[in-house]
């Protein structure tokens, strides 16, 4: 089992930066995909970036893409998402999120594929 605790959420402007962080404890961190997820009152929980086992692979929504930058430190048992060009738009609570990997390169999109998560972190973005 996985215990993930989100940090680094806040009040920006838009235009502003702000990075994420994810500590993990319990099982070792590096045989577990990580994705970073969002969401905003009244919308569904959605996928924000992903990054693989190995951390040798990411993927991004379309809506983040070129903006955001997710990372992974296997050996501090720490990812983090770091945030440029915020938009009033990506207000959210964002949580991490931890899924099993047999594969290096694995990176799932769905959060029903994730088992662990964190307990979440605002991020509110004013225009």
């Known amino acids: 089992q996985v215990q993930l605790v989100e940090s680094g959420g806040g009040l920006v402007q838009a235009g502003d930066s702000l990075t ?3 500590a993990a404890s319990g099982r070792t961190f590096s045989i577990y995909a990580m994705g ?3 969401q905003a009152p009244g919308k569904e929980r959605e996928f ?3 990054i693989s086992r190995s951390g040798g692979s990411t993927h991004y929504a379309d809506s983040v893409k070129g903006r955001f930058t997710i990372s992974r430190d ?3 048992n720490t990812g983090s998402l ?3 060009s915020l ?3 990506d207000a959210a609570v964002y949580y ?3 899924a099993p990997s047999y594969s290096t390169s694995y990176i ?4 029903a594929d994730y088992h662990y998560w964190g307990q979440g972190t605002q991020v509110t973005v004013s225009s």
């Not at 799932?108 to 959060?111: E, H, K, N, V």
């Open 108 to 111: 799932p999109l769905s959060g």
């Open 74 to 76: 296997n050996a501090k």
């Open 87 to 89: 938009k009033p738009e």
């Open 20 to 22: 994420l962080s994810c």
């Open 36 to 38: 970073w997820f969002r």
């Open 82 to 84: 770091q945030m440029n």
């Open 96 to 98: 991490c999120a931890a």
């Open 48 to 50: 924000v970036a992903g």
